[in-house]
C-alpha cells in the first residue's frame, strides 16, 4: 500500500470532521435527473463527483473502459486492481489543490460535481451473493449466554472456523429504503402452536460487510495469504433481524425468515487503499487456526469507529445506542474468504459478505438490541424519556462508522432504515 | 390447465419410453458450434429443436421477442404466462404430424433440428437466488433418527412450516460437471482439535426444484393460492454434501461449507405445463397449516418417479439405489414459496428452490447415501460386488425422473456428476 501524504488538499471544501476526505473517495452509485438514469460517482465533503462525466471528458481513463456510465461499478470492480488503483490516484489528482484540470473549469465542475443532498443513492454493486459470518467473539458470546449456556457460551467450532451461513441476495437493499416490518410464525408459549403474526422483537445488527473484487473458479479455494487481494471495498450493514422468528424457525438449518426480508447497506463503497492507513491486527487467536487459516499478515483487521442511533418518529434528536470498533473482530476477512471457498466454493466480483454482528467487550458497545437491552430485560432509555427493548414502528435506525488517524479522516457516511408498520394480512377464503 | 391430447403425435421418431415425448417439450440452453454460442432449445425425442432458429424463421413469434438467440432462459421467462402458453402451443403444433411448415421443410430441419448427443448443454436460467427446503417427512425423521432422538425425530417447527435455508447460487452447476471431492474441517474425534481434510463421507441428496416464473416485490408476500402461478417448471437436483463438514459446522447457523461447492441440475426445465396432467395430493398435513399456508387446492403435488444409480469407474453398469416419488413430499412448492416470502423477502425470475431431499417410507427409496446406508452401517452392494457407504472418487451419481399416465410420458432426462479426487494442499509458507 502506499503511504499517505497528509499534506495533500483538495479545492474543494471539506470540512475536517468530514467523512469524506481527498483521502477516502469511495465509490457510490447515483441520479439526479427525472429520468433516473443510475451512473458512478465519488463522494467529496458534501459533494459527489460524477465519474461518467469526468471519463466522457477524457480525464480519467482505464484500460478496457469506459466503466463510470452504468447502473453499477460490477465492470469496474472486475476491471481488476491495476485499474482501482489508477482510478484512485487519478480522480485524487483531479480533486486536489494544486490541479487546474478541475480546478480552474468551471464548466466542469458545474456539470460533474453535485451536492449528495440533491442526488439519490442507490445499491453501488449489482450483488450476486449474500454471505453472513458471526465472528465476533463478544457477540456470539452474549447470545450463547443468553440462549443457551452460560458456562459454555461458545459453540465448539466457533474458536475454530469463521463461522457463517448464506444470506439472501435479492433484499440487500440500500440505505434510505424503508423497512415493512416482517410477519411470520411465532412461538409465544412452548405448549402452545405457533401463531401467525408481526414481529414483536425487531432487531438491527450493526455489521460491515466487504465486497469481493475478484472471484474465484468452482473447485479453487482462495489461500489466505492472497485472499485480501480479492476485496475491494467495505460497506456498513445493518443486518435487521426478526427475532421471535428466528428462534422458533432457525433449528437445525439456521436463519431463513428471521434474515430474508431486509440487509441495509450504505451507499458509499469505502475501498481497501482508503482504509490501508489504519489497519491494525485482530485479536490473539488461540487455538492457533490449522494451517489453511493460518495468515502471514499480522495487520489483518482496521480500527474502524462504528456507532448506532436510534431515532423515533416523535422525537428530534436521536440517541446512540452502541459504540464499537471493527477491530474487536475475532476473524479477518481474509481468513473469512479463504473459509467460505475452501470446499471450492465460487465467489464473484460485487458478493456481499458481513462481518456479523460487532460486539464490543462493554455493555455500550454491543451491536444489537437483543445484546444491548439483554433479550428484553434492561431496556435503554432514549432522549426524551421513551424506552425501547427492540425497534418500534416509526423508528430510525442510524449506523455510521469512520477511521481517524494523524489528521486523516475517512469514513462510511450511514446506513439509515425506518421501520414501517407490518402489512394486514387477510385470509379469509 | 388444458387437457391433453393423447392422440398428438409427431413427425419425428420418438420412442415410446422417451422423456421427451410431443407432451413434455422441456426448455434448455445449448451450444454445438467451435464458438459455443449458447441459444434456446426445446427437446424432442433424441433431438433438440433449435427455438432461436425457429423464431428467426418466423415461426415462433412472441409479444416483446425475439427470446431465444441469448445465452440463457430468463428473459423468455420473465416475459409471462401467456408468452409461456403462447410458446407451448406453438411449438407443438411445429412438431405435431398434421403440420408442413417444419415437417416438410428440409432445409429448416437441417438448420433447427440436432442431435442431442451432439451438443453441450448449459444452465437453462441465469439463478440470482438458489434456497433448499427441506420437505419429505421421511427424510427428516431418518436424519433427526439418526443424530438427534428417535422418540423424538422430527423438530416441533417442522409440522408447521416448510423449514428451509438459502442455498449458494454461484455453484449451481448443470449435469456433466464433474465435482472436485471438497475439503475442509472435519472433527473425526469428539476429544481432538478438527483436522483439515478432504471429505470423507460426500453424498448425494435427491431433489427437485422449481424455477420461479414470476417474482415479487420486496415487502409483498406472495398467497399461497396464487403461488402456483409463480412458478415455471421443475429440474433435477442432486444437492452434493459432504456430511461430515456438514456435522462439525452446522450448529448453530445451518449447512454452509458442506454444501455450497455444488448443487447440481438436470439440463431441461420441464414446464408446470407439461406436468399438469400428473398432478396429485400432497400427503394429509397434521396439522392444518397456519392460514397464510391453508391452500385451497388439493392437487397440489405431482407423481414424479424418481431414482438414484452409482456407476462406479471401473465398472460398466451402474446400480439403482433409490426409487422413489416426489408425491411424498409433505410440503407444496405453492406452500414453499409462499413461506419464503410471508417476511416480504424478494424472490426472483430464474431462482431454484430446492424440494430437500425426496425419501419414500422404504430404504430402498431413500434419497440419500446417508439414509440408504443408515450413516454407513448398511454399505450397499453394486453391481460386479464393489460396496458403497459414501460416494467414492471415480464415482458417477445419475439421478433420473419422469410422470408416466394414459400412455402419456413427460420426463426430465438426468443429472449425472462424477466425483474427482480432492485437491492436494500444500500449506507449507
Redesign the interface.
Given at each position: 500500500m502506499s503511504t499517505v501524504d497528509s499534506t495533500l488538499t483538495s479545492f474543494i471544501d471539506i470540512a475536517s470532521d468530514s467523512d469524506f476526505s481527498i483521502h477516502n473517495l469511495p465509490y457510490g452509485i447515483f441520479s439526479n435527473t427525472a429520468d433516473g438514469k443510475r451512473r458512478a460517482g465519488v463522494a467529496i465533503g458534501e459533494q459527489v463527483l460524477d465519474l461518467a462525466v469526468i471519463e466522457a471528458a477524457g480525464l480519467l481513463s482505464l484500460d478496457g473502459g469506459p466503466y463510470f456510465d452504468k447502473p453499477t461499478l460490477n465492470a469496474f470492480i472486475d476491471s481488476g486492481r491495476d485499474n482501482w488503483t489508477q482510478a484512485r490516484k487519478t480522480i485524487q489528482m483531479l480533486l486536489s489543490s494544486d490541479n487546474d484540470a478541475l480546478r480552474d473549469n468551471q464548466d466542469l465542475q458545474k456539470k460533474a460535481l453535485f451536492q449528495q443532498a440533491d442526488v439519490t443513492m442507490h445499491l453501488p454493486v449489482q450483488v450476486?451473493?449474500f454471505t453472513d459470518f458471526?465472528s465476533s467473539k463478544e457477540h456470539a458470546t452474549n447470545v450463547g449466554t443468553m440462549f443457551r449456556d452460560p458456562s459454555n457460551a461458545l459453540?465448539p467450532?466457533w474458536t475454530?472456523?469463521p463461522?457463517?451461513?448464506?444470506?439472501?441476495?435479492?433484499?440487500v437493499?440500500v440505505s434510505g429504503t424503508d423497512i415493512?416490518r416482517?410477519?411470520?410464525?411465532l412461538?409465544p408459549n412452548a405448549d402452545d402452536?405457533?401463531?401467525?403474526s408481526a414481529?414483536k422483537r425487531l432487531d438491527f445488527e450493526l455489521e460491515t460487510a466487504f465486497v469481493v473484487g475478484k472471484g474465484n473458479d468452482?473447485?479453487q479455494?482462495i489461500a489466505v495469504?492472497e485472499a485480501f487481494d480479492h476485496i475491494f471495498g467495505m460497506v456498513l450493514l445493518n443486518d435487521w433481524s426478526?427475532r421471535d422468528?428466528q428462534k422458533?424457525?432457525?433449528?437445525?438449518?439456521?436463519?431463513?425468515?428471521?434474515k430474508?426480508?431486509?440487509s441495509e447497506v450504505s451507499p458509499w463503497i469505502v475501498t481497501m487503499d482508503a482504509l490501508a492507513p489504519f489497519k491494525t491486527a485482530c485479536p490473539t487467536q488461540e487455538?492457533k487456526p490449522?494451517?489453511?487459516l493460518?495468515e502471514?499478515a499480522t495487520d489483518n483487521s482496521f480500527d474502524i469507529n462504528l456507532s448506532v442511533e436510534l431515532l423515533p418518529e416523535d422525537n428530534d434528536s436521536a440517541t446512540v445506542v452502541c459504540e464499537t470498533n471493527f477491530k474487536y473482530m475475532y476473524w479477518s476477512m481474509a481468513q473469512q474468504l479463504t473459509?467460505?471457498t475452501?470446499?471450492?466454493?465460487?465467489?464473484?466480483v460485487g458478493?456481499m459478505m458481513g462481518s456479523g454482528t460487532i460486539s464490543g467487550p462493554t455493555p455500550d458497545s454491543y451491536g444489537s438490541m437483543l445484546e444491548i437491552t439483554w433479550n428484553a430485560t434492561k431496556p435503554v432509555t432514549l432522549t426524551g424519556g421513551a424506552t425501547r427493548s427492540f425497534i418500534e414502528d416509526g423508528d430510525t435506525v442510524i449506523m455510521k462508522g469512520y477511521s481517524e488517524k494523524d489528521g486523516i479522516r475517512v469514513g462510511f457516511g450511514e446506513v439509515r432504515g425506518k421501520v414501517l408498520p407490518a402489512?394486514q394480512?387477510n385470509?379469509d377464503?
Open positions: 450476486p451473493g458471526y459453540l467450532n475454530e472456523m463461522v457463517g451461513y448464506n444470506g439472501r441476495a435479492s433484499t437493499v415493512v416482517p410477519s411470520g410464525q412461538k402452536r405457533p401463531i401467525f414481529c468452482i473447485g479455494p495469504d426478526a422468528i422458533w424457525e432457525y433449528v437445525p438449518l439456521g436463519p431463513f425468515n428471521a430474508t426480508f431486509a487455538p490449522l494451517a489453511y493460518d502471514k473459509h467460505h475452501i470446499t471450492g466454493c465460487k465467489v464473484e458478493d402489512i394480512f385470509f377464503k
